[in-house]
């Protein structure tokens, strides 16, 4: 199975701060990494697809970069609403696996 | 409106098997182009991808648990379910049905995304 790694588990930052989320896979996986964000309580919720499209209604302050095994998540200008989990997760094979997540907390 | 929605029981038995019905609405489970997965969380933990079922009924299953899934559809009634055997404690969690869909293609390249998730319904095993 692919592994996918994230790390940091947790990070602080401030409102207005740029804040990059790396992921790596333990293999290749081209392009085919999906992040999500979960804000707590709720269900996740789609960014970003193919490593770097930002999904439909998705503020512009995301974005994706990376593929082969090394991809990131940035946000710029981190707003209040931007606190939550973010998962990276491989569409390379099945079965089909998540990171273990990012959580991205209020400094 | 795509719209999946997960029900099942709240609460089961240590080795009971667990049947979960998501329902979804807004698309056909027969569409080239859907799926939908299963994936469940651990209270404070990460989020594992569990099944998936195909439009063609093709199933994948998690390695560690694929002996205790079963994942099936029955298209006129749109819905999707999930059987897991012989329950523990360890299986409390929320799980969720969300749809898999090929959301950008570029050439011969397709890409896909679960683009849209249900709310989860919490499952919790204990006696």
């Known amino acids: 199975d692919i592994q996918m790694t994230q790390s940091p588990s947790s990070l602080s930052a401030s409102v207005g701060d740029r804040v990059t989320i790396p992921c790596r896979a333990s293999?290749?996986?081209?392009?085919?990494l999906n992040w999500y964000q979960q804000q707590p309580g709720k269900a996740p919720k789609l960014l970003i697809y193919a490593a770097s499209n930002l999904q439909s209604g998705v503020p512009s302050r995301f974005s994706g970069s990376g593929s082969g095994t090394d991809f990131t998540l940035t946000i710029t200008s981190l707003q209040p609403e931007d606190f939550a989990t973010y998962y990276c997760q491989q569409n390379y094979m099945t079965p089909w696996t998540f990171g273990l997540g990012t959580k991205v907390e209020i400094k | 409106q795509v719209t999946l929605k997960e029900s099942g029981p709240v609460l089961v038995k240590p080795t009971e098997t667990l049947t979960l019905t998501c329902t979804v609405s807004g698309f056909s489970l027969s569409n080239a182009r859907m799926g939908v997965s299963w994936i469940r969380q651990p209270p404070g933990k990460a989020l594992e991808w569990l099944a998936h079922i195909f439009s063609n009924d093709e199933k994948s299953y998690t390695t560690s648990l694929k002996s205790r899934l079963t994942i099936s559809k029955d298209t006129s009634k749109s819905q999707v379910v999930l059987t897991m055997t012989n329950m523990a404690p360890v299986d409390t969690a929320t799980y969720y049905c969300?749809?898999?869909?090929?959301?950008?293609?570029?050439?011969?390249?397709?890409?896909?995304?679960?683009?849209?998730w249900g709310q989860g319904t919490t499952v919790t095993v204990s006696s």
């Open positions: 293999q290749s996986i081209s392009y085919y």
């Open positions: 969300a749809r898999r869909t090929t959301i950008a293609a570029s050439g011969l390249y397709y890409y896909y995304a679960m683009d849209v």
